[in-house]
T-cell receptor, first 115, second 114 residues
Framework: GAGVSQSPSNKVTEKGKDVELRCDPISGHTALYWYRQRLGQGLEFLIYFQGNSAPDKSGLPSDRFSAERTGESVSTLTIQRTQQEDSAVYLCASRTGLATNEKLFFGSGTQLSVL | AQSVSQHNHHVILSEAASLELGCNYS??????LFWYVQYPGQHLQLLLKYFSGDPLVKGIKGFEAEFIKSKFSFNLRKPSVQWSDTAEYFC????????????FGIGTKLQVIP
């Protein structure tokens, strides 16, 4: 596609439910990132995928959070047993992965609201 | 571990005023530095970046930033802001080695008053 696509754009869920967020990166981009932006706070790194290498999961805040990516395509971020503090905008970004000075291309994010 | 500090969280300026947003990073090796901007209702997008060469880099819309290695800083500047510069600005760092984690600062919200 022309850009990074995220779905859904908005998700309202009840506390304790599981949610799945989807990111479709730009075709050919091997590097994919997930970030979280809580209200009034900056971009918090969650996880990074680079090709077939083991992902960097160092930013996942708890074992309720997990993410997968099949090859160099779609990624899903799953939050189990959601809590109110999980409410945030979840941003996905990608880049070709060939060089570290490349810019990131961001999606429009998923606004998650946990009631 | 790398980290980024942005000291000004909310800045309010009148049109034509000069702008300087502070950014300091913490990392022991060679870095690539970025400023991203998010205009209201739009995606985050790259404003400018530094990875080598001239430490003064110029970006879109008249913005520039200076990399001062001794101060671990990469401050963003614009001599005369416009109302359309109202946005949130994020500084980011990544190592220039093989590891490509991109770390962002907390962001600075700039409000330009006409």
């Amino acid at each position: 596609g022309a850009g990074v696509s995220q779905s859904p754009s908005n998700k309202v869920t009840e506390k304790g439910k599981d949610v799945e967020l989807r990111c479709d990166p730009i075709s050919g981009h091997t590097a994919l990132y997930w970030y979280r932006q809580r209200l009034g706070q900056g971009l918090e790194f969650l996880i990074y995928f680079q090709g077939n290498s083991a992902p960097d999961k160092s930013g996942l805040p708890s074992d309720r959070f997990s993410a997968e990516r099949t090859g160099e395509s779609v990624s899903t971020l799953t939050i189990q047993r959601t809590q109110q503090e999980d409410s945030a905008v979840y941003l996905c970004a990608s880049r070709t992965g060939l060089a570290t000075n490349e810019k990131l291309f961001f999606g429009s994010g998923t606004q998650l609201s946990v009631l | 571990a790398q980290s980024v500090s942005q000291h000004n969280h909310h800045v309010i300026l009148s049109e034509a005023a000069s702008l300087e947003l502070g950014c300091n990073y913490s990392y022991g090796g060679t870095v690539n530095l970025f400023w991203y901007v998010q205009y209201p209702g739009q995606h985050l997008q790259l404003l400018l970046k530094y990875f080598s060469g001239d430490p003064l880099v110029k970006g879109i819309k008249g913005f520039e930033a200076e990399f001062i290695k001794s101060k671990f800083s990469f401050n963003l500047r614009k001599p005369s802001v416009q109302w359309s510069d109202t946005a949130e600005y994020f500084c980011a760092v990544t190592s220039s080695g093989g590891y490509q984690k991109v770390t962002f600062g907390i962001g600075t919200k700039l409000q330009v008053i006409p």
